[in-house]
């Protein structure tokens, strides 16, 4: 997958999988109430996300379903952070994101659950 998210198209993406398969007018609806779009605006970024191929978008009702999982993209978008902004240095990554936050006992025993598993 080459193609990134604007943040607007992750928005309606947002909405896409937390409601697939929904209807084009429903995510208009839904971004309406949310985050104040008009219908236009809402249309634009589904054809968008048609174009670049993370949803598919099927009559009657213009169904969408998303054709990417979230976790799909949670990976690729943290991947383009880890080189762009870290060359790549996982530890720098979290050295970075733990730094001014403490974690909690739980938290610990989780991350180390998760290196272990590597």
Known sequence: MKEK???????????????????????????TDTIG????????????????????????????TPLVSKKEMQKVEADSLL????????????SALLEDEPLTENEIDELKKLIEKR
């Open 83 to 94: 080189k762009k902004i870290f060359n790549g240095s996982r530890k720098a990554l979290f």
């Open 37 to 64: 779009w008009n219908k236009n605006t809402t249309y634009t970024i589904i054809k968008k996300l048609e174009a670049k191929g993370f949803i598919r978008r099927e009559d009657p009702g213009f169904i969408c």
């Open 5 to 31: 998210l604007f943040e607007s198209e992750a928005k309606v993406m947002e909405i896409i999988w937390a409601n697939a398969p929904v209807s084009a007018k429903e995510i208009s609806l839904i971004a």
